[in-house]
């Protein structure tokens, strides 16, 4: 029948297509590849270490839910909730002080003596692209003399992972 | 299928819409995430599906595969292959929220379409992303061109 040609011609075709459609992906795939080595928004094609599997912004550096809770473990290092304030009180990672991007000021002024003795802070967000712990470890790099570490996959992750959680309100 | 039904699906005016759309879109969200890897690569992380060491692999070459596919759709250069491929990663990205949901995860949908429903993997996602499905199956039954000598 007249109007039925393109089906029959989509059969006939099927291994044609198929090998068009390989060929779009692969050859796509490796201009990307090309394109990325030579941008200046590039990013490490498979990520150096297990931390750095999350792209973050130059100078910041990540740690894996396992990193942060011997970091907690270890007690030296103080945790810092970007999240807002009903999450937190909702529930932060034992000990962390809450420090929400909107109130960076007044909170930084009182946690300053708590920070600056230590060599290293930890800041952390819900997850992976929550993107308020990658903007207060920036803010950090300015009011902090210490290294700031991401805990990149952050609460949902420590939830996961059932480790232990503290309720209410900063301390 | 009744003639008059076919007549409507294969009409080379559908063909035309269902590529420009469909190629349209994926163009879009190509040219959003390409401007950005290191944030695309954040959004596929917090899907937790792919192993770490690809999760940049995917963020570096999937805004290409969709920028090609949606181009070559819209210009209809092998209409078919390229529906074949936007097909697959719709099916892809289905499968993905899908997975997404049920493991309980609460992220955002990283799809780069503001203008179609919200960023959260609720029930626009599904019935966007089937509904994308199905113009690709147009385009897969009744391929069409804009180039001479095509059809």
Known sequence: MALRPSPNAARRDLGGAILGALAIVLGSAALGLLVNHFSPYGIPVVPRTEAARVPLPPGLTGITVEQAKAALE??????????????????????????????????????????????QVVVYCDRADCGEAIELA????????GQVLVFVDGWNAWVAAGYPVTKGETP | MTSRAENLLNHPALGAACRL?????????????????????????????????????????????????????????????????????????????????VRGLDIECGCFLPFLGSDELDWTFFVRDAVLLLLAAQVWLWPSSFLPGRR
């Open chain 2, 21 to 101: 759309l469909l190629g349209g879109l994926f163009i879009y969200t190509a040219i959003s995430k390409l401007s950005d890897p290191a944030d695309f690569a954040r959004f596929i992380a917090a899907y937790r599906l792919l192993h770490p060491d690809l999760v940049n692999l995917a963020a570096i070459t999937l805004p290409w595969i969709e920028l090609i596919a949606g181009a070559l759709l819209v210009l209809g250069v092998w209409p078919q292959s390229a529906a074949l491929v936007i097909a697959g990663m719709l099916g892809l990205f289905l499968g993905a929220g899908f997975l997404a949901v």
């Open chain 1, 74 to 119: 270890a007690g030296s290092t103080p945790f810092l909730d970007a999240r807002d304030s009903a999450k937190y009180a909702a529930g932060h990672l034992p000990g962390a002080y809450h420090l929400p991007i909107a109130e960076f000021e007044p909170r930084f002024l009182d946690l300053a003596d708590k920070l600056e003795r230590a060599p």
């Open chain 1, 138 to 145: 920036e803010r950090l790099k300015e009011a902090y003399q």
